[in-house]
């Protein structure tokens, strides 16, 4: 029987797509779902053309009720992968998928995590530093922002002249590269 694994997403989805992609002709992995706060969210679009089902969901639903759990439960999902999602993980979710719950984040934690610090903020707020490198984090999610434990760190340089869009795009690139393949090594291990 295969894997399972769920995407929350609030965005474009472009590592939404790369796991998409990754998992499309895997034998014992597949990506089952994909949720997201955001109706206009161009991940459904990408859900979609994959033809993975897909979940929109509104604050009520996900902090005041069980029944995200309880449709990730029904759906016999194993493992769940943020990317690019905004909100805060309750905590009964994170007790649902204990050790079974990841994130990717565009620096190197600790630097340029916490509240507010997502997509463009946080390349925005690593420019400003004249920081002279960037990186990307995949950490497991607990109930605060960017604070789980690290699996994975990777750097890239940032040269005199990057703009934001350079910035960005190196950060991407090195998400796209690195987040399936991590997603699969966590995902072989776990007992289904
Ligand atoms: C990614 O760069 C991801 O690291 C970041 O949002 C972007 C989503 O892009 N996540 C965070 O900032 C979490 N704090 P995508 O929708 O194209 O995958």
């Given at each position: 029987m295969k894997k399972r694994i769920a995407i929350f997403a609030s965005g474009s989805g472009s590592n939404a797509q790369k796991l998409m992609e990754h998992f499309k002709r895997s034998n014992d992995i597949e990506i089952s779902l994909v949720l997201t706060?955001?109706?206009?969210?161009y991940v459904l679009q990408r859900a979609d053309n994959f033809e993975i089902p897909s979940h929109i969901f509104d604050k009520q639903e996900f902090y005041k009720t069980e029944e995200i759990i309880d449709l990730l439960k029904n759906l016999d999902i194993d493992f769940i992968v943020l990317a690019g999602f905004l909100w805060l993980i309750p905590q009964n979710l994170i007790a649902a998928y204990p050790g079974r719950i990841i994130n990717i984040h565009?620096?190197?934690?600790?630097?340029?995590?916490?509240?507010?610090?997502?997509g463009d903020h946080v390349h925005h707020a690593v420019m400003a530093a004249g920081e002279n490198e960037g990186g990307i984090t995949i950490h497991y999610v607990d109930e605060?922002?960017?604070?789980?434990?690290?699996i994975y760190q990777a750097k890239y340089k940032i040269d005199k002249g990057d703009n934001l869009e350079m910035v960005k795009f190196k950060g991407q690139q090195l998400e796209h590269l690195h987040y399936p393949r991590i997603v699969e090594t966590l995902v072989k291990k776990i007992k289904k």
């Open positions: 706060n955001n109706a206009d969210a565009p620096a190197i934690l600790p630097k340029f995590g916490g509240k507010g610090m997502y605060n922002y960017d604070e789980g434990e690290y």
